[in-house]
């Protein structure tokens, strides 16, 4: 039998199922997405015979509408009916800061009911990092700038709650976004609840200070989410040039997992990750210092 002549309860087939169908019997949230550009940059030489201090940067719009006018928030925007996720969040980030052509993957979907004043939002959140060196970016019409801010979070306090079957742990955590005219603060809850086999985590904005939406715990999952993933894939390469120095390397480790590493144990650790090219370094001040590539043959975890 076909699907064509298979009935429904009403006594319909799919064609005629599919003709009577009401969308309107249903409300229909709105559908956004929101991009979390990081890039690792180089702090202002005070000491040209040392080498400069690397930084972790996120990409932030500035609203030039209601609401949040005058906020600071992540690139995006709606979903049209006519297009996917992923060819929408491409759509919005050109649009709004002007970077076309660049890897991004899914990292979470936000379905808080109020989270957006306007209606009913659900927010599917991209990440990817970039060497902001190759970017040209500008802002749309219908934002008032776009900017790289310096981003930091730390775990401010922590509290752990034995229970009959497991534990809740209770982490607070400060994220800080600053360029050279703005200063953004917020403070994230992360509540982490184990019960047996079971985990179940919330999180919420405590307080935002110039950060737009719920944007601030978007931004301490996607933080959360690169400390995690830097330890297992490749993904640190695509904050590094072509040709970098193992200590670069290390500094963008050390930046992103913002904790030191010792610098034997690092390298054992991404020896197979790099290949060693003939070059050296030509920067003036401090010994020159070999070369390396990222290895194409190398397989991660993903």
Do not use: C
Not at 135 to 163: C, G, H, Y
């Amino acid at each position: 039998m076909s699907e064509d002549t298979v009935l429904n309860k009403q006594g319909l087939t799919e064609e005629q199922f599919l003709n009577s169908y009401d969308a309107a019997k249903y409300e229909r949230p709105s559908v956004t997405v929101d991009m979390l550009i990081f890039t690792v940059t180089d702090e202002e030489k005070k000491n040209y015979r040392k080498l400069p201090e690397k930084v972790l940067r996120l990409l932030m719009i500035k609203r030039g509408d209601h609401p949040f006018i005058g906020q600071w928030a992540l690139p995006g925007g709606f979903i049209n009916m006519d297009e996917n996720i992923d060819e929408g969040a491409l759509r919005e980030l050109k649009e709004e800061t002007n970077i076309d052509n660049i890897y991004m993957e899914q990292l979470y979907t936000w379905g808080d009911v109020g989270r957006d004043p306007r209606t009913r939002v659900i927010s599917v959140s991209y990440m990817s990092l970039v060497d902001s060196k190759t970017l040209d970016i500008k802002a749309s019409d219908d934002a008032d700038d776009a900017k790289w801010f310096t981003v930091k979070s730390k775990l401010i306090k922590e509290q752990k709650t034995m229970t009959e079957n497991g534990y809740i742990l209770h982490r607070l955590n400060k994220l800080s976004l600053n360029s050279d005219e703005e200063n953004l603060t917020a403070i994230v809850k992360n509540i982490i609840t184990v019960q047996g086999k079971i985990t179940k985590v919330e999180s919420e904005v405590v307080e935002s200070h110039g950060i737009a939406f719920d944007h601030p715990k978007i931004i301490q999952y996607a933080i959360e989410r690169l400390r995690n993933k830097i330890e297992y894939t490749g993904i640190a390469f695509n904050l590094m040039p072509e040709k970098f120095t193992l200590t670069e390397l290390q500094q963008v480790y050390e930046v992103i997992l913002d904790t030191e590493l010792l610098k034997a144990n690092f390298r054992r650790k991404i020896s197979d990750m790099v290949v060693e090219t003939d070059e050296y370094t030509k920067d003036a001040g401090h010994r020159p210092s070999k070369l390396f590539k990222f290895n194409p043959d190398w397989v991660g975890i993903g």
